[in-house]
Structures are given as structure tokens and as C-alpha cells.
């Protein structure tokens, strides 16, 4: 059977208060059709103990990489840092399909976002370095990112200003991910007499984005 994480990345959990989380449901009310014995986990990064790449991470895995030292000789917060890390990766590695539902804040993505991805950069466990340079090895997996923003980005001054999905698809693709296109909604908060529509135009998009991603299902590949 295969898995979908469903990785909400917003303060708000409830759904009548998320532009967000709506078309995330219109996303994963498709796919379910497509998919019905999908297993979906949902990951709400807030409500997670994510571990910051702090001093005891840094050197933690430094003396492990070069300096020689076993895992029982780190010290008891860099092993228990270093173990959850290596829990949310695999917990990450499980899955065959991702959705990020994510907001535009601040040119970016929420930083808790960013902290999650930090734990899922392991060499040799997610990308591996080679002559030609790093390589992904979550091959076979298919991610998509479906975000909001209060403004437009797709076109006009702001085009080089985002850096949310941009930076979200570069990782995906890193680790060996294959994208899909994006599901964005833009410009509800600075044209709030379009927001029903534009909406609903994103809900329609991420439906057709779930049956692309759904069909040829990934277990039945491998
Ligand atoms: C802290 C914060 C920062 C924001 N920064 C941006 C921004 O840089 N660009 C933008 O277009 N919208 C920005 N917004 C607006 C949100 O992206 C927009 O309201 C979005 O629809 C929120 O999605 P949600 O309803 O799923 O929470 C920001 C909102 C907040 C709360």
C-alpha cells in the first residue's frame, strides 16, 4: 500500500480558516478517488518537536563523520537529537507521495519549514555526493507543493521575490523527488473581490494535479 504525508506547514488547523487547507482538501478528496487504499499521515509541522541544527547537532554529527567517535561516545543530548533527526527522516523516507501546504510569509515559507527540511539533508541516507556532484536517492517519489499568497508573484515586479515554492521544489528535487507543478493561489489579500474565485480556480487545479500524481500508482511500480 503506498503512503501520502500530508505536511500542513500553518499555524491555523482549522479549515474554515485556511485558504491553504481548503484546496489541500480538494487535493486530497481526488486523489482518495483515484487512490482509495492510500494511506495518508498528516504531518502538522507546529504541532511537531522539530530538531534545529544547534551545537549539539553540528558536533554530533561531526565526530561521527570524521572525528572518529561511536554514537555511544556522543554525549547524551547530541544522541538524542541526532536519533530524532534520523526518526523524522525515515519517518519522510517512508512515504511515496508528498503535499506541502504552505502560506507566503515574508518572501518565504514559514520558518518551521525550513528547520524540517534541515532534518531530512543526511548524506548517504537521502542524497548521496558523487563525482558528478549530489545525487537524490528518494527516487521514485512524487511531491507536490500547494501554496498561498497574499499577493502576485507569478508575473509583474514581485516575479524575483518568492522564494517559498522556489526554494521547496529545489529541495524536493535535491533529495531525488519528482515534482509536480505547483498548486498556487495569489493576490486574494490585494484583491479580496477575487479571493472566492481565485480560490476556487487553485481548487480546480490541485484536483487535476491529484489525478495526475495519483494515477500509475508508485507501489504497483515497484
Ligand atoms: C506573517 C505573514 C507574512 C506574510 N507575507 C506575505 C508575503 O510576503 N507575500 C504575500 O503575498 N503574502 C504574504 N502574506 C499573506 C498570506 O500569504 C496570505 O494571506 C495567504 O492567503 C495565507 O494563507 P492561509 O489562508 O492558508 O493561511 C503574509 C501573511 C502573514 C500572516
Same mark, same amino acid.
Given at each position: 500500500?503506498?503512503?501520502?504525508?500530508?505536511?500542513? *506547514?500553518?499555524?491555523?488547523?482549522?479549515?474554515? %480558516?485556511?485558504?491553504?487547507?481548503?484546496?489541500?482538501?480538494? &487535493?486530497?478528496?481526488?486523489?482518495?478517488?483515484?487512490?482509495?487504499?492510500?494511506?495518508?499521515?498528516?504531518?502538522?509541522?507546529?504541532?511537531?518537536?522539530?530538531?534545529?541544527?544547534?551545537?549539539?547537532?553540528?558536533?554530533?554529527?561531526?565526530?561521527?563523520?570524521?572525528?572518529?567517535?561511536?554514537?555511544?561516545?556522543?554525549?547524551?543530548?547530541?544522541?538524542?537529537? %541526532?536519533?530524532?533527526?534520523?526518526?523524522?527522516?525515515?519517518?519522510?523516507?517512508?512515504?511515496?507521495?508528498? *503535499?506541502?501546504?504552505?502560506?507566503?510569509?515574508?518572501?518565504?515559507? @514559514?520558518?518551521?519549514?525550513?528547520?524540517? %527540511?534541515?532534518?531530512?539533508?543526511?548524506?548517504?541516507?537521502?542524497?548521496?555526493?558523487?563525482?558528478?556532484?549530489?545525487?537524490g536517492l528518494l527516487k521514485?517519489?512524487?511531491?507536490?507543493?500547494?501554496?498561498?499568497?497574499?499577493? /502576485?508573484?507569478?508575473?509583474? @515586479?514581485?516575479?524575483? &521575490?518568492?522564494?517559498?515554492?522556489?526554494?521547496?521544489?529545489?529541495?524536493?528535487?535535491?533529495l531525488g /523527488?519528482?515534482?509536480?507543478?505547483? #498548486?498556487?493561489?495569489?493576490?486574494?489579500?490585494?484583491?479580496?473581490?477575487?479571493?472566492?474565485?481565485?480560490?476556487?480556480?487553485?481548487?480546480?487545479?490541485? #484536483?487535476?494535479?491529484?489525478?495526475?500524481?495519483?494515477?500509475?500508482?508508485?507501489?504497483?511500480?515497484?
Amino acid at each position: 500500500m503506498s503512503k501520502l504525508l500530508y505536511i500542513t *506547514v500553518n499555524p491555523k488547523k482549522e479549515i474554515k %480558516l485556511s485558504k491553504g487547507l481548503q484546496i489541500g482538501e480538494a &487535493f486530497l478528496e481526488e486523489f482518495k478517488k483515484y487512490q482509495p487504499n492510500i494511506e495518508i499521515e498528516n504531518m502538522h509541522l507546529y504541532d511537531m518537536e522539530i530538531p534545529e541544527i544547534d551545537m549539539d547537532l553540528l558536533y554530533g554529527r561531526a565526530k561521527l563523520s570524521f572525528m572518529g567517535y561511536k554514537f555511544d561516545q556522543l554525549t547524551e543530548q547530541e544522541q538524542t537529537k %541526532l536519533t530524532k533527526m534520523h526518526e523524522l527522516a525515515d519517518r519522510f523516507i517512508a512515504a511515496d507521495y508528498y *503535499v506541502f501546504v504552505t502560506p507566503l510569509w515574508n518572501l518565504g515559507s @514559514p520558518s518551521i519549514l525550513k528547520a524540517f %527540511l534541515d532534518n531530512l539533508f543526511i548524506v548517504n541516507k537521502t542524497f548521496k555526493n558523487t563525482e558528478n556532484g549530489p545525487d537524490g536517492l528518494l527516487k521514485g517519489k512524487k511531491g507536490v507543493h500547494i501554496q498561498t499568497r497574499g499577493g /502576485i508573484y507569478s508575473s509583474g @515586479p514581485l516575479v524575483d &521575490f518568492e522564494f517559498g515554492d522556489r526554494f521547496l521544489r529545489t529541495a524536493l528535487g535535491f533529495l531525488g /523527488i519528482e515534482v509536480m507543478d505547483s #498548486v498556487i493561489a495569489e493576490g486574494m489579500d490585494h484583491f479580496p473581490k477575487m479571493a472566492a474565485e481565485i480560490i476556487e480556480k487553485a481548487k480546480s487545479k490541485a #484536483v487535476e494535479t491529484a489525478r495526475e500524481m495519483a494515477k500509475d500508482p508508485i507501489s504497483e511500480k515497484a
